[in-house]
């Protein structure tokens, strides 16, 4: 059985992404939470990767850290469960879309920390974050365009660049970020997909508040 160590449903984007994929694609796993913030985090993570963070996936002696080593490795192991389009000129390019999210994008990330308990309110961003946010948003309509036919999702059905995504969506969603048409439609199919809600209903449950993800700190704010 594969097991998947993740950290806080709340705040961890990068375990909310192997999870998600293998939920929506029916692989099972089983699931190991270390919260971020226990004292013995590092200890803990350092026994089963050598980078010491989440997530982690372990397949028998195979031990693969990194998000999108992980789905690299499903899609190796398991070819049949869609975690990349079956067409060949589709796959390389959510392949080259997921890698963008793993390599950039970081002026949003930095000001806009995934956060699914906290209510759905605007900000004010840097003109780098904004730039990445049209960033995906063409990408997104890219993909939508060329792609998406066949469902919702970036190459219709859910795949491996949607679980990628699904962080993003959701910072656009809490921060009230606007968005073209295309990719606001996008948002909202993510947030509806069965095991992002499944992901999110157990997020609002955790109670542990990290302060370098809640952008209004001292004060938590809480749906």
């Given at each position: 059985?594969l097991r998947l160590i993740i950290g806080n449903?709340?705040?961890?984007?990068?375990?909310?992404?192997?999870?998600?994929?293998?939920?929506?694609?029916?692989?099972?796993?089983?699931?190991?939470?270390?919260?971020?913030?226990?004292?013995?985090?590092?200890?803990?993570?350092?026994?089963?990767?050598?980078?010491?963070?989440?997530?982690?996936?372990?397949?028998?002696?195979?031990?693969?850290?990194?998000?999108?080593?992980?789905?690299?490795?499903?899609?190796?192991?398991?070819?049949?469960?869609?975690?990349?389009?079956?067409?060949?000129?589709?796959?390389?390019?959510?392949?080259?879309?997921?890698?963008?999210?793993?390599?950039?994008?970081?002026?949003?990330?930095?000001?806009?920390?995934?956060?699914?308990?906290?209510?759905?309110?605007?900000?004010?961003?840097?003109?780098?974050?904004?730039?990445?946010?049209?960033?995906?948003?063409?990408?997104?309509?890219?993909?939508?365009?060329?792609?998406?036919?066949?469902?919702?999702?970036?190459?219709?059905?859910?795949?491996?660049?949607?679980?990628?995504?699904?962080?993003?969506?959701?910072?656009?969603?809490?921060?009230?970020?606007?968005?073209?048409?295309?990719?606001?439609?996008?948002?909202?199919?993510?947030?509806?997909?069965?095991?992002?809600?499944?992901?999110?209903?157990?997020?609002?449950?955790?109670?542990?508040?990290?302060?370098?993800?809640?952008?209004?700190?001292?004060?938590?704010?809480?749906?």
């Amino acid at each position: 059985m594969l097991r998947l160590i993740i950290g806080n449903k709340n705040y961890s984007s990068w375990s909310l992404r192997p999870w998600l994929a293998m939920t929506a694609l029916g692989i099972p796993f089983e699931e190991e939470l270390v919260p971020l913030d226990a004292p013995d985090f590092k200890a803990r993570m350092r026994e089963r990767s050598p980078a010491g963070k989440v997530p982690v996936l372990i397949d028998g002696e195979a031990v693969v850290w990194e998000s999108s080593a992980i789905l690299e490795h499903l899609a190796e192991r398991l070819p049949d469960r869609g975690i990349w389009p079956a067409e060949p000129v589709a796959r390389a390019h959510a392949r080259s879309l997921a890698t963008e999210m793993h390599n950039g994008f970081g002026a949003l990330r930095s000001v806009a920390p995934m956060n699914l308990w906290r209510p759905i309110e605007p900000r004010a961003f840097p003109d780098e974050a904004l730039k990445d946010v049209r960033r995906i948003a063409r990408r997104w309509g890219e993909a939508r365009r060329r792609f998406g036919a066949g469902g919702d999702y970036l190459f219709g059905a859910f795949s491996g660049a949607d679980a990628m995504y699904a962080p993003v969506a959701s910072r656009i969603r809490t921060y009230a970020i606007e968005v073209d048409e295309v990719a606001a439609a996008y948002v909202e199919a993510i947030h509806a997909h069965p095991a992002f809600m499944a992901w999110k209903e157990a997020a609002l449950k955790e109670t542990g508040a990290l302060a370098e993800d809640e952008v209004d700190w001292p004060i938590v704010k809480r749906v």
